[in-house]
């Protein structure tokens, strides 16, 4: 079974970032799709930025030119950097790997 582990929420001003870690426990990321969900509270998850299969990434439109989503290979890691967040960025964000791999998830808090 793949272990996925994020690291790197928290409390962070509005306008501020904050980078989100995932490391899994293999070579998960090389191949499939992987990428970062967030749910916030009262609120189904959704997704926030992925990697296809193919390589190719894709956003929601609130993360657009705010996050960039990016992956070592090498490390088994891929990464969310998060700049000018807002308060309604504010979810537990999780880490994701086809098929049904999730991490525990990790909350990130925006003040106003």
């Known amino acids: 079974q793949v272990r996925l582990v994020e690291s790197g929420g928290g409390l962070v001003q509005a306008g501020g970032p904050l980078r989100l870690s995932c490391a899994a426990s293999?070579?998960?990321?090389?191949?499939?799709?992987v990428g970062w969900y967030r749910q916030a509270p009262g609120k189904q998850r959704e997704l926030v930025a992925v990697?296809?299969?193919?390589?190719?990434?894709t956003y929601i439109d609130a993360a657009k030119g705010r996050f960039t989503i990016s992956r070592d290979n090498a490390k088994n890691t891929i990464y969310l950097q998060m700049n000018n967040l807002k308060p309604e960025d504010t979810a537990v964000y999780y880490c994701?790997?086809?098929?049904?791999?999730w991490g525990q998830g990790t909350q990130v808090t925006v003040s106003s």
């Open positions: 293999g070579s998960i990321f090389s191949a499939n799709v």
């Open positions: 994701y790997a086809w098929p049904t791999n």
């Open positions: 990697f296809t299969s193919g390589g190719s990434t």
